[in-house]
């Protein structure tokens, strides 16, 4: 059967094909391998997505990449994403700075599902570079904060230098509405938290079987989480998993990303997980 899209679904503010310029205002070199920029569009235009979108990022003559975002679209003037330096585009990317511009497509693909996820318990699960995409419902929960219960979340790193967002996570030590864990892999020496596998952080604080879950990161990662969310009687229709690693253009056409008749682009990269749980591929 072939491929149907819908393309106003999938970026209904305009064509998708088209890059649009963006103009580069703040960078910082956050780990030895990311950074984190803050982008606004050349012309001043508001900023339209929603949590758990993505978008290609390109630079003429190199390519494009798939990121998320990395930033609440309650902040309608800029946006962040972070880059991590793997390869030729990213490499290329990595070397901007302050003033100059890059391109972007998107948003594109499907998001978390607000409209569900309000008033209800939260657990937000975060390992490595998950942090960036899942830094954007982050947010917009922090600045709705009433139109959501309590809010949990877990953020898990291979080590303390591979921490990111380091004013984020001040500010998520010190709210007393964020209910804020933390893990690493392996220790530096200095690091006095806690260390270990990041399904530890279920030991420290209670999570009920009526919260709404949300998952993000390596993907060794989301099956010793779900069987912690199992465990605790959490519904598979209530957990989200977001699968933005396996995308490549954005638009369903080059079928990189495909799982069975599932386009992560298009479909996601926002999944129930009861809907891809039979599909051994997704994760």
């Known amino acids: 059967m ?7 679904k999938v970026a209904p503010e305009g064509n ?21 920029f803050t982008l606004r569009h050349a012309d001043n235009s508001k900023v339209k997505f929603n949590p758990g979108q993505i978008l290609e990022v390109s630079l003429f003559g190199f390519g494009e990449i798939p990121l998320g975002y990395a930033s609440s679209p309650t902040r309608e003037n800029t946006f962040d994403i972070v880059i991590r330096t793997v390869g030729r585009v990213s490499t290329a990317l990595n070397k901007l700075s302050e003033g100059d511009s890059l391109y972007v497509r998107g948003p594109l693909g499907s998001g978390f599902p607000l409209n569900e996820l309000q008033n209800q318990n939260i657990l937000v699960v975060a390992g490595g570079i998950g942090l960036c995409p899942t830094r954007s419902m982050i947010q917009y929960i922090t600045d709705r904060r009433n139109e959501f219960k309590n809010f949990t979340l877990f953020y898990g790193a291979r080590d303390p230098s591979q921490q990111m967002f380091h004013e984020d996570i001040a500010k998520w030590k010190a709210a007393k509405d964020v209910d804020y864990h933390e893990i690493v892999d392996k220790t530096d020496g200095k690091w006095t938290g806690n260390v270990g596998v990041i399904t530890e952080l279920f030991k420290k604080t209670t999570i009920t079987p009526d919260t709404r879950v949300i998952i993000c990161g390596p993907p060794i990662m989301f099956r010793f989480v779900i069987a912690e969310c ?54």
């Not at 072939?2 to 106003?8: C, F, H, M, N, R």
């Not at 998708?16 to 984190?36: A, G, S, W, Y």
Request: net charge positive; proline share 2%; glycine share 6%.
């Open 16 to 36: 998708i094909f088209l890059p649009r310029e963006c103009k580069i205002t703040h960078v910082k070199q956050v780990t030895k391998t990311e950074r984190h």
């Open 230 to 283: 199992d465990k605790i009687g959490i519904s598979r229709n209530n957990v989200y998993v977001d699968l933005e690693r396996r995308m490549k253009c954005g638009v369903g056409k080059c079928g990189h990303c495909q799982i069975n008749d599932n386009y992560v682009c298009v479909d996601g990269p926002v999944f129930r997980y009861s809907d891809i749980q039979n599909l051994e591929e997704a994760l």
């Open 2 to 8: 072939a491929l149907t899209i819908d393309y106003s």
